[in-house]
């Protein structure tokens, strides 16, 4: 199934009509990240009328800081979670399949340094394998010493004085987690739908029964104010789901218990091949990733429990030493603080289970509630299985009646930019232009194509008018965050490209002087939170 081709983006100001109108929406989802998106993909695509709000922009949040992997959890496998497994498995293989212009196959080498980790490693993958079924990537394979050498050319021979054994190849998805997001917006779209960013929920709405029919909204940008009444509506706002729930609640008990992930972004030549690395278990049990992205490189781990939800968070202290310290004793080369070009950190919304004390510990399946009032929540999950989460909350508010019945169409939905099945792909998959799939031709017809601005990134001129045009980017920070990767990939190379990308995007969004220069100010103080401190 595919969209059919969608005309030119609506403006803010049509955008902010459409909330004014009187006609009551079928789908109110609150939230534009993985989980919101795909929820109201998966309702637009059964023919209901779907509006999306969001209160900063799309994957503002976590879902612009994952680790860039679609996978089924090789470390859930390991703790028996074969059903998991498996869904995850499942829906990797869809989202290749649909959108391979955002997702493809990456090798990653498992190196083993004991007599017991090579056959433990390679029949537990095998058993991955055959979980995927018939969508599975690649086979895996075991690595002799010198294979495993010859694959991961940057892997050191000897840790902990014990000398590499060999290893395992096995495959998982890559792709860009922003841009995913963002060719969800454009298939929501597509298939008749609404989104609009920098739009916040400040309260919910009630019928004479006292059932949630709508929400209270406020404009970020200009202040306006909007009511809304819809069907069914969502709360899929992540780490932030609670908030949501107490306007509907004040006494819902808190759900989640959010877990910090951090990357760190270095140059490419500490993982100069096309193939990840994975230590299965660090010295306190996490799992820690190496992987070549966007033609740098990028290390990092998760499962650090926090408290607080700020809307950028930072990594805690020792968390940075930590991925190093990790990563030099795997690296022939390691890598130091000055060698780190960008860092980030995500929050993870995970289910919270009474009694446990470390989110480790925590299953990453996604939970459904629905309130006395109605209001569906749904956290929990990660990117690879957000289009099942969809499917599953839509099927909800189906069962509970608070919507008609109609069949599930997105496990065969080609998302916004993919070309039909066994067509070329307009640039070779896993590079900057790639992501905009049969987008790339109008891109590159734009004012600006041959101007870099960011090198590290491959950000020209076009790509900002572009974000713009199409992408419903509003801010510095939308360009050089979300619709390119420049700020994940480099910082320093993008806090000297934004004062161009504030000339640039104020021209095509109409803005003043003054705007330029409060955008630049917000952008350098998100920007600040990328960059180790000196």
Known sequence: MNPSPSPLMPTRADLLARLESSEP??????????????????????????????????????SSKATKLVHGGVRYLAQGNVSLVREALHERGLLARNAPHLAWPLGFVVPAYSLLDQPFYGVGLKLYDMLAGKLNLAPSRWLSARETLTHASTLAPAVKGQRLRGGVLYYDGQFDDARLATALMRTLFDLGGTSVNYVK??????????????????????????????????????????????????????????????????????????EAILVPKTDDGRVLFMVPWNGHTIVGTTDTARTDLPSDPRPLPGEVDFILETAARYLTRKPTRADVTSVWAGLRPLVKATGEASTKSLSREHTILVSKAGLITVTGGKWTTYRRMAQDVVDTA??????????????????????????PLPAAQGTPDSYYGTDLPALRAL??????????????????RFAARHELAQTVEDVLARRNRALFLDAAAAQLAAPEVARVLAEELGRDAAWQGRTLADFDAVAATFRLPE
């Open 398 to 423: 189906i069962s509970k009646q608070l919507l008609p019945q109609a069949m599930c169409r997105s496990a065969e939905l080609r998302l916004h930019g993919a070309p039909a099945p066994d067509a």
């Open 25 to 62: 929406w079928d789908v109110i989802v609150i939230g534009g990240g993985a989980t919101g998106l795909g929820t109201a993909v998966d309702a637009a695509s059964r023919g209901f009328r779907t509006l999306l709000v969001e209160g900063a922009d799309f994957a503002k949040g976590t």
């Open 447 to 464: 004012p600006g194509a041959d101007r870099m601005l960011v090198k590290a990134s491959g950000l020209t001129e076009a790509h900002v």
């Open 201 to 274: 929920v400040t309260g919910l709405t009630r019928d004479a029964q006292g059932r949630i029919d709508g929400v209270q909204t406020q404009d970020s940008i200009d202040g306006g104010h909007y009511t809304v009444h819809g069907k069914c509506v969502v709360n899929a706002t992540g780490v932030w789901v609670d908030a949501v729930r107490r306007m509907d609640d004040p006494a819902a008990q808190t759900m989640v218990a959010p877990s910090q992930g951090v990357h760190l972004t270095l140059p490419r030549e500490f993982l100069p091949g096309d």
